[in-house]
């Protein structure tokens, strides 16, 4: 099991430990790096700041979101950040939720989200193969446009740059079963975005038809503590505000997979809590027990022995989310 660094996205402005972080994680053999975007700052501008100040660590998106950008526009980001970094880039996209892209970028969540993301994913590989122009008759992703608004003088195209790398990997986030099923066919990879090693039924049944080299990379906050519960607290309140507020109370992706997990009845109270304005309450509603699964927090000892279930599953790559350089030391050594 590899290990990676995420470091999410920004909140009010860019946070200036990233690049140390990215080249502490460099000189410590961690094999990736991961930026993310919701409705600030994007995935792909920061991977290019620390593509230009370190020389052999992966760079991924971790996620990209689908509805930001048009398929053909992505394949252009990772391509050019690809020949840019010598061939590290690692392409990880996500349908995010009908909130953000309805409320954000202004256009409908698709009704039939496994064929819009296997149309796009569809139309990257295109791009980076080169093979010949794009041309797809997709439900959600037409190329060229047929649309009834359209001119009709679409012409199909092959991008002018010659991709570096034809299977540069393309991993997606997917939560939905029948959504990581379909990822198991149509990607290089998978992030999840909560994993508990105590729990390989939750995801057993998608991930019946792995085949060799696919990868697995959740995230899992990390902290090396001798106060479990404090070092909890963090893991909470990304939870709460996910369970809570990441999506509408009659369709939440986070708060239905807590539920898939064995948590339904405290994964509605969070969001009863929450959309009703009392969000440190929803925070404190997070059960530990359902924090401490998904995550490392505690003694060096603890987190030795925890690893060590990480390490029996089908996970490939750990993205540790900390900010904490000793923490990243730690996890170094356990893990070599």
Not at 181 to 205: H, N
Not at 250 to 275: P, S
Request: hydrophobic share 40%.
């Amino acid at each position: 099991m590899r290990l990676g660094l995420a470091l999410g996205y920004w909140g009010r402005g860019p946070s200036a430990d990233h690049v140390p972080l990215a080249q502490e994680a460099e000189r410590l053999g961690y094999r990736s790096v991961w930026t993310a975007e919701s409705w600030g700052s994007d995935a792909f501008t920061p991977l290019a700041w620390i593509a230009a100040r370190t020389s052999r660590i992966q760079l991924g998106t971790a996620v990209a979101q689908m509805a930001a950008r048009s398929p053909t526009t992505t394949a252009m980001h990772a391509l050019t950040l690809d020949h840019l970094s010598g061939g590290r880039m690692m392409l990880g996209l996500g349908l995010s939720g009908p909130q953000v892209v309805e409320g954000w970028y202004g256009r409908p969540f698709p009704k039939s989200p496994l064929t819009a993301t296997r149309e796009y994913v569809d139309v990257v590989r295109q791009v980076l193969r080169r093979e010949g122009p794009v041309e797809l008759d997709g439900r959600f992703h037409s190329h060229p446009y047929r649309g009834a608004d359209g001119t009709g003088l679409g012409k199909a195209l092959r991008p002018i740059t010659h991709p570096l790398r034809a299977e540069l990997p393309v991993l997606l986030g997917a939560e939905g079963p029948k959504n990581i099923a379909q990822t198991t066919r149509i990607a290089d990879g998978w992030l999840p975005l909560y994993w508990s090693p105590t729990r390989p039924q939750a995801y057993e049944a998608s991930l019946a038809d792995l085949r060799e080299g696919f990868l697995v990379a959740p995230m899992a906050r990390a902290r090396v503590c001798d106060d479990i519960a404090e070092g909890l607290l963090p893991v909470k309140a990304m939870l709460g505000f996910y369970i809570g507020g990441m999506g509408h109370a009659a369709r939440n992706f986070h708060a239905d997979l807590m539920a898939r997990m064995g948590y339904e009845e405290e994964a509605r109270r969070i969001q009863e809590l929450f959309l009703a304005g009392r969000r440190q309450e929803a925070v404190l509603a997070v059960p530990d027990a359902f924090a401490d699964e998904i995550s490392l927090v505690g003694p060096r000892e603890r987190i030795a022995e925890r690893l060590e279930l990480w390490r029996k599953g089908p996970v490939t790559d750990l993205l540790v989310l900390s900010p904490d350089p000793h923490t990243l030391r730690v996890l170094a050594e356990l893990n070599s």
